[in-house]
């Protein structure tokens, strides 16, 4: 797109398809029989709202895994999406191909996005989560094999760092559309929408800490990106395990997904699908 449209064009492009995006799920996303009932004066007793709402302590534990969980996997997905240009040229490839591989890795967390909504109805969101964890661990170590320990430039090292960087870009957007479900699910909807942005906001705030601190990270050892990959493998473990521990009640087995969530989950996927594009 870029030599085609500038810089200029690409923003234009991705404004337009988010847009695009938005009125999709604005006219086929149907708001919850819990909202429809309290709009039409059924809804019983009276729900929190607000920030002390989410501050509630029903949500203390809710908030912390969540909150842990979006930070650190916001590290690992900015990190990569910012700072692969520069550790891939480090290590003496071509801008190109860096390029190429972060495409990769774009492409792969916009698909995951999408498809992350139909595949927790089948297997649930602990044994997604589980096994997302387990291949973004071993696809940080591919890609740190790919461009450390074999020839660089070499094509089994090229084709390795793509393919890991595609495994990373879906793994963390899968994971990130799953937390935006699971806080969608357990927060009542007087402050669902407070919840998510709030929850947002920590991703975000991942997000700027490794984009300040990134360049310091990779200046440690000179052209060695080592430290960085460790940073990355340690907010892989934080991102996931403690989490997995505090939000044990609110993750769900196959057969505990309600119709509801059914319905819930892969509109879910595409919003955060158009958060992701806007990003």
């Not at 429809?36 to 002390?52: C, F, K, T, V, Y």
């Not at 891939?88 to 490839?93: A, D, I, P, Q």
């Not at 000179?222 to 934080?238: E, Q, R, S, W």
């Amino acid at each position: 797109v870029l030599p085609h449209v500038g810089w200029r064009g690409s923003f234009v492009y991705c404004g337009v398809v988010s847009l695009a995006l938005a009125l999709l799920v604005f006219f086929v996303v149907r708001e919850s029989p819990e909202f429809r009932a309290r709009a039409a004066g059924n809804a019983g007793q009276p729900a929190p709202s607000g920030l002390a709402g989410v501050f509630a302590p029903q949500f203390r534990r809710l908030n912390l895994g969540a909150w842990t969980c979006y930070f650190c996997l916001s590290v690992v997905a900015y990190a990569i999406a910012a700072w692969s240009p520069v550790f891939f040229t480090l290590v003496g490839l071509t801008l190109q191909q860096a390029l190429s591989a972060v495409i990769v890795f774009n492409l792969c967390a916009v698909i995951a996005a999408i498809t992350a909504g139909f595949i927790v109805t089948i297997i649930g969101s602990r044994l997604l989560i589980g096994v997302c964890c387990a291949v973004l661990l071993v696809a940080i170590g591919a890609l740190y094999v790919s461009l450390v320990r074999m020839e660089p430039g070499s094509g089994q090292g090229i084709v390795l760092a793509r393919i890991a960087m595609g495994a990373i870009g879906a793994t963390t957007g899968t994971m990130l559309a799953m937390m935006s479900a699971i806080l969608a699910l357990a927060y009542p909807t007087s402050i669902r929408s407070t919840g998510l942005g709030i929850g947002g906001m920590m991703g975000r705030a991942g997000g700027i800490a490794i984009a300040f601190s990134g360049g310091a990270i990779l200046s440690l050892r000179g052209n060695d990106p080592t430290p960085l990959f460790i940073l990355l493998a340690a907010a892989t473990v934080i991102a996931v395990v403690p989490p997995l521990l505090i939000l044990g009640a609110y993750l769900l087995f196959a057969n505990d997904v309600s119709e509801n969530a059914r319905r819930l989950l892969p509109a879910l996927g595409l919003t955060y699908l158009g958060g992701f594009m806007a990003m």
